[in-house]
């Protein structure tokens, strides 16, 4: 009986020895799993950061080079719109449309 008792403890033993064992694997495991999905999300973000940061940067390029060569003078808004259209065909798809006002929301030009 004292034999029984010994033998089945020590498997007792074994078995929460063996729990132990795979619950720290499993829990390694998806630590290392969270910590790279972790890593790739933020990389993931950050390019995607980096290509508006272009984009917007392309843009204000864009709306710098357009405020030099249109005319500020409502009057002109022909040769402003010949202007524009000069430069559709270097424009980005993205860019349907351009309306430039004046502040007090006089037409300029339009494409």
Do not use: Y
């Amino acid at each position: 009986m004292a034999e029984l008792r010994s033998v089945s403890l020590k498997v007792a033993v074994a078995c929460l020895s063996l729990v132990v064992l795979l619950g720290t694997a499993l829990w390694f495991q998806f630590h290392r799993e969270h910590t790279a999905t972790r890593q790739l999300v933020l990389s993931s973000a950050r390019t995607a950061a980096a290509r508006i940061d272009a984009h917007l940067a392309d843009l204000e390029h864009l709306l710098r080079n357009i405020s030099i060569a249109v005319s500020t003078n409502p009057g002109n808004v022909d040769s402003n719109d010949a202007v524009l259209r000069r430069i559709q065909s270097e424009l980005p798809k993205s860019i349907a449309n351009i309306l430039l006002l004046t502040l007090e929301a006089e037409t300029l030009a339009t494409l």
